[in-house]
């Protein structure tokens, strides 16, 4: 769906991306091969960070939600450690930098939901 705008198939980013994919072990040698080279073809569509994700031209995503429909608009967020509000903040400056969020006005805000921050197992 994304893709990436100055060389998406340079060998190097084609590694990078085949790192880390993971693909299953049930596979023969013969399969997995093919998913590779399935891969490298279309290493286009692959963002290897937030930076490199970009809009879809005509994407539109739409929530069908009633007209009437209430939400909670109070804030229950567990406090966070001022390192857990470090890295949120990076990331969600990141965000705004490329354009992938974008900040609203209080009266904007239909709903909110508490930050959860969760570990990578990997």
């Keep these: 769906i994304f893709t990436r ?3 998406p198939f340079k060998p190097t980013r084609v590694e990078e991306i085949l790192r880390q994919i993971t693909i299953g072990d049930d596979l023969t040698d ?4 093919q998913v590779k080279a399935l891969i490298a073809e279309f290493a286009d569509v692959f963002a290897l960070s937030v930076s490199e994700v970009r809009q879809v031209e005509g994407a539109v995503h739409k929530l069908n939600i009633e007209p009437n429909a209430k939400f909670s608009t109070k804030v229950h967020q567990k406090p966070l450690t001022p390192p857990q509000r470090r890295y949120l903040h990076k990331k969600l400056q990141t965000m705004l930098d490329t354009d992938i969020i974008e900040p609203c006005e209080p009266g904007q805000v239909k709903c909110v939901s508490p930050t959860t ?6």
Aim: zero cysteines.
């Design 5 to 7: 705008e100055s060389q």
């Design 30 to 33: 013969q399969e997995t091969a």
């Design 117 to 122: 921050l969760a570990q990578k197992t990997h």
